[in-house]
């Protein structure tokens, strides 16, 4: 985190208003690159402001939730309360970041390599 | 022999008759005397028992009450206020009132003077605190560490209100100039400086927003009338809170279910709330009830008005805050730190191609000149590289405004995947001519892991 980071105005309402003085997130299967999509057809009525944020975030296609943390302007560990309270009422869903294929080890390719070197 | 009784006979009277004389004159001049005197003791009487109601009764009401002469009690005997006497017991009275006023606004002023220095100095350390507790929120990710911080950073706002409030009444500046922010935010902002902050619940219809210069203050005020109404009020009640329009502004309506205000209250609180009155920091009681002082000033000083004289149909008090339209701005404000960064306006999409080559000089993208170019840090090379794929997919079928302005968020762990592709174009040209203006000022080699 470098610290040349865009702010809202973030002295004004503290996180615990926003999370309503919670500090645990309802679930804790949210890392910083787990990816959050909005479900469409959700209604936003009865949101609080920062969940509705999110909502319009989210609709565009999946951000990560350091993503999602870094436009709001909310501490990551506060952002994961509020993404886990939209898991649980179904306005977002989760997923994992797709891992990195798995490639061979190096070495077998190198030996590969070197096989087909001694050969040819 | 008998030749001398008449003769003493008139010797007799010619003694007595005088003597008679003189003994009822005598009598006469006693009777006088007698009767000024008690007419003279009855007046020194009067006047002893005035200097008395004097010393003991106007000049003690006047030490008592706050509001001058007026408000002393008359003198007892009237007639005696027709003299000179009484002329110069007022005039007594006048001097003592004056001397009484003029030491209290002495010491009012130097009380003031005194608590404005001190608090002002609390105010920073609040302020201070609250950012390094804002850093810590930001460097740790873990609930149990959150959760401490969230107390803290309770206490703190609570601390920074409190320190606030008198150095408003101490006819200081609320401090902290704000962003124009939404009333929602204005009154969650609020929310976050009372205690119960869990028992507010806010209700918005408007999309209003408050200026700038009025943020601060209409924070305190709406702060200062939650706390009155939360404090007031049960713990398992609601204080709800209503933003309505009106017709020349805005409402910002708290309801309490709690006991009310009686009418002598009602009549204390609308006084002090009209800020017409000079309020005197050592007579707001012990411990000091300022709520009502503050609002009263600050509405006054920023052209808002209070109103607590309604009933709530909660039962409690009803407070409407009336901000008229000279504090708001209709629309809701763009945020300013993202107003700041989209002067790189919108390019047409085709530029998005200039990101994919974003070690050539790209050229058509002028404006990013006013980007910070100087950013030269590996991270950004990294989030060039990651750029350049997956972008065309991900951009913001809806843009809003806010989107295209954060984009500078995090340059770490790749989250550059989700930026507008003109946007990205946009930062690769101003990092592309950093790199090169760099290089051209400078011969040392920070920029080469660039290229």
Known sequence: MTPPRPRRDRGLVRPYVVTDGRAHPTRNTLDLVTLVTAVSGRSLSGLSPEKRRVMELCRGGALSVVEVSGHLGLATSVTKVLLSDLVDSGHISIRPPIPKAQLPDAQLLQEVLDGLRSRF | ?451
């Open chain 2, 1 to 451: 022999m008998t030749q001398h009784i008449p003769e003493a006979v008139f010797w007799c009277l010619a003694t007595a008759a005088p003597a008679a004389v003189l003994l009822v004159r005598q009598s006469r001049i006693s009777a006088r005397l007698r009767r000024r005197l008690t007419s003279s003791e009855a007046a020194l009487r009067s006047r002893e028992e005035e200097v008395r109601h004097l010393v003991e009764v106007r000049l003690a009401a006047l030490v008592e009450t706050p509001h001058g002469a007026a408000s002393v009690p008359g003198p007892l005997d009237a007639e005696l206020a027709t003299t000179a006497y009484g002329a110069n017991l007022e005039k007594v009275v006048e001097m003592f009132a004056n001397a009484a006023a003029a030491a209290r606004s002495r010491a009012d002023q130097s009380a003031k003077t005194a608590l404005k220095g001190a608090v002002r100095a609390l105010q920073a350390l609040a302020n201070e605190q609250q950012l390094s507790i804002s850093d810590m929120q930001d460097r740790h990710d873990n609930p149990d560490v959150l959760r401490d911080l969230l107390e803290i950073d309770h206490a703190n706002a609570q601390f920074g209100r409190r320190a606030q409030a008198i150095a408003v009444l101490c006819g200081s500046w609320p401090g902290r100039q704000r962003d124009a922010s939404p009333l929602i935010d204005v009154v969650r902002g609020a929310t976050s400086r009372i205690r119960d902050y869990r028992r507010v619940k806010v209700h918005s219809q408007m999309e209003t927003a408050v200026v700038s210069r009025a943020v601060e203050p209409v924070v305190l005020a709406v702060a200062e009338l939650l706390d009155n109404a939360a404090r007031h009020s049960q713990p398992n009640t609601t204080v709800e809170v209503g933003i309505r329009p009106a017709h020349n502004g805005a409402s910002i309506i708290i309801d309490d279910a709690g006991v009310g205000m009686d009418t002598h209250e009602v009549e204390e609180a609308t006084r002090r709330l009209s800020g017409r009155e000079d309020i005197d920091i050592n007579r707001l009681g012990d411990p000091p009830q300022f709520g009502f002082a503050v609002i009263g000033v600050l509405a006054a000083r920023y052209g808002f008005s209070v109103s607590v004289d309604t009933q709530s149909p909660y039962g409690g008090v009803r407070a409407v805050l009336f901000l008229p339209n000279t504090l708001l701005e209709r629309k809701a404000p763009v945020e300013p730190a993202a107003a700041r960064r989209t002067e790189a306006p919108a390019f047409p999409s085709g530029t998005a191609s200039a990101g994919e080559a974003a070690g050539e000089p790209a050229a058509p993208t002028a404006p990013a000149l006013s980007l910070p170019t100087a950013r030269t840090s590996p991270a950004e090379a990294a989030v060039r590289e990651s750029t350049a794929g997956g972008l065309p997919k991900r951009r913001r079928r809806e843009p809003r405004p806010l989107t295209p302005a954060d984009g500078a968020t995090p340059t770490d762990s790749g989250p550059a995947l989700v930026r507008p592709a003109t946007e990205t174009a946009s930062r690769m040209s101003a990092f592309a001519r950093g790199t090169r203006s760099g290089r051209g000022a400078s011969q040392d080699s920070e920029g080469n892991p660039q290229e």
